[in-house]
Structures are given as C-alpha cells and as structure tokens.
C-alpha cells in the first residue's frame, strides 16, 4: 500500500508569494495531521480533521495560513502571503482515531521562502 | 492537560554501546506510548507501541516497558549502531477518541564507530 504522499518535496519562493502544500492520506485513514518542523520551536501541530472537518487549528499560527480537506483523500495547506519565517518541513500524517492510533507520517515538504 | 517528556539530547554513544532515552508521561486517560524515529531528511516513521500498562513493545532491537505505576515509557537498545543514528519522538495518544498524539520534544542519538 502506499503511504502518506506528500508533494511538492522541496518548494523555494520569495516572499510574498502563495505557497501550497498536498496531502494524500492512506486510504481508509479518516483523520489527517499537519504538522510543521523547524530546529528552533521543534515539531508543532498546525491542525487536524477528523472525517474531512476541521477539529482543531489552534496551532494554525496565523490567518496567513489556511488548510482544506475537499475529500477523504486530499487535503492542502495554504500560506498567503508567505514569509521566510515560515520556513520549514511541513509533515502530514494519518490515522484511524477508533484503531491503533498510530499515525503514518509523509516524507514531508521542505519549504525555502527567500 | 496531557504532555510528553523526553530526556535532552543530544546523546552521543559509540557503537555497541548501551542505550536508554528516558520519556515519563501525564495523562488523565489510559493512553497508548509510542516510540517514533526521524532519519535525517525523513519523516518520522513509528519505532514501537504499546496499548496498555505493562506492555512491552519492541522492534530492530529496541524496546520499552509501558509502567504506569512510574508514568514511564523508556526508550532501550542493548548495542547500538552507527545507523540507529536519528531523533527519537516519544508520544502519546491524547485523551479521547481523537486519533491526535502528542509528542515530546524530540532526542538527538548520534552514534559514533
């Protein structure tokens, strides 16, 4: 089975620039995950949904960013206008919440804004 | 609320060396412990798991006892290897049917030959 895909890997875009990011959970999981990850604050989650909606986005830091789950198989993170402070390896992750709770982590986008 | 944590890294070992990573733990609830792996330039990918107190979960030579009496869950290799070299996440299920975990902040393992 695949994994968690992630695209695109590598982003590099000036500031000001919109910048999104994709997601296609594993099949059958029906919770997915974002999480950003920089050296100084460490793995942070962004937000999450469960079965398409939204749970929680208090960790979305600020209205420039805005994610989306159209469907059970795709969902995108949005940063408009970006910042090179929002530098970072972005993950998503996976999950049945009713099972065994382990989430399945994308290999990641790695986001350079200039 | 629940949290997560981990021993400060980095730890630097030489090969065949012993390994602990201490992970203690808060939770209202009765989670599930994790033990994920973060190779450089990869995701983190889970190492083991355990659902309930006194499990022990174990995968490529790790392992680690879910005690609750402690609110532990440490992180064992009895030798490690260069390529164990990578940052290790302990984690927990939060509270509820959520599917949300939360994590510590991460151990850096360097393995030296």
């Known amino acids: 089975d695949a994994g968690v895909i992630q695209s695109p890997r590598h982003e590099v875009t000036e500031m000001g620039q919109e910048v999104t990011l994709r997601c296609k959970p594993i099949s059958g999981h029906n919770s997915l995950f974002w999480y950003r990850q920089t050296m100084m604050r460490g793995l942070e989650l962004l937000i999450y949904f469960n079965n398409n909606v939204p749970i929680d986005d208090s960790g979305m830091p600020e209205d420039r960013f805005s994610a989306k789950m159209p469907n059970a198989s795709f969902s995108t993170l949005k940063i408009q206008p970006s910042e090179p402070r929002d530098s970072a390896v972005y993950f998503c992750?996976?999950?049945?919440?009713?099972?065994?709770?382990?989430?399945?982590f994308g290999p990641g986008t790695r986001l350079l804004v200039l | 609320g629940d949290s997560v944590t981990q021993m400060e890294g980095p730890v630097t070992l030489s090969e065949e060396a012993f390994l602990t990573i201490n992970c203690t733990y808060t939770a209202t609830g009765y989670p599930s412990l994790f033990w994920y792996v973060q190779y450089p330039g990869e995701g983190l990918q889970l190492l083991l798991k355990?659902?309930?107190?006194?499990d022990k979960g174990s995968n490529k030579g790790f392992e680690a006892t879910y005690r609750k009496e402690t609110t532990s869950f440490h992180l064992e290799k009895g030798s490690v290897q260069v390529s164990d070299s990578a940052v290790y996440f302990c984690?927990?299920?939060?509270?509820?049917?959520?599917?949300?975990?939360?994590f510590g902040q991460g151990t850096t393992l360097q393995v030296k030959p």
């Open positions: 992750a996976s999950t049945t919440p009713e099972g065994s709770k382990t989430q399945y």
């Open positions: 355990a659902t309930k107190a006194d």
């Open positions: 984690a927990l299920s939060e509270t509820g049917n959520t599917g949300k975990l939360i």
